[in-house]
């Protein structure tokens, strides 16, 4: 009787170990899904390096050689020539900004700040005014990096807020 007690005990230590052991299998076979999928996001990675190092080699080549990637579109020969300037939106025509310490800074200034919740557009003092007369000596062009979205939005409060003159509009 106590042969077989113990051999029940021994049974149950072994069950036991067993679980333990098939929950580290477990736990190593989930591990290991996780390394062979980081695997395959460096792959990728690495194929997009190796891909955007050829186009920077690219560049450097035709850099050296004079010769570029980017040609400009020629001008039709019914366009009046009339030089042109271009202005960047962001920085430079207004300030797009995203923080309390940037309004405060920009009425302190005295810039107009127009805005919503979130973002402040900080006008540059006399902006309509230097349109005005840059718009009568040169062809403009309002250059940005935003997306067009935002850039219609920084336009339109612009706009509204009198800051552009008549015929500055985005296209």
Known sequence: ???????????????QEAGELQTR???????LVSIQE???????KSKELVTLQA????????????????????IPPD????????LDLNGVLCKIKRSAIALRQAKDLGWPVLGSRTT?????????????????LFS???????????TELVLEALE???????GVKSG
Do not use: Y
């Open 25 to 31: 299998i477990d736990e190593q076979r989930v591990e």
């Open 55 to 74: 186009n920077i080699d690219k560049l450097h080549e035709n850099a050296a050689a004079g010769t570029s990637l980017f040609r400009p579109m020629p």
């Open 140 to 150: 403009v062009i309002i250059w940005t990096s935003r997306i067009e979205r935002n």
């Open 79 to 86: 366009i009046p020539r009339q030089k042109t300037l271009i």
């Open 1 to 15: 009787m106590q042969d077989q007690s113990n051999l029940q005990e021994v049974v149950a230590k072994l069950k």
């Open 120 to 136: 402040w557009v900080v006008s540059r003092s006399g902006l309509r005014e230097f349109l005005e007369q840059v718009l009568e």
């Open 38 to 44: 980081l695997e395959t996001q460096v792959n990728l």
């Open 160 to 166: 509204s807020a009198g800051c552009l003159p008549p």
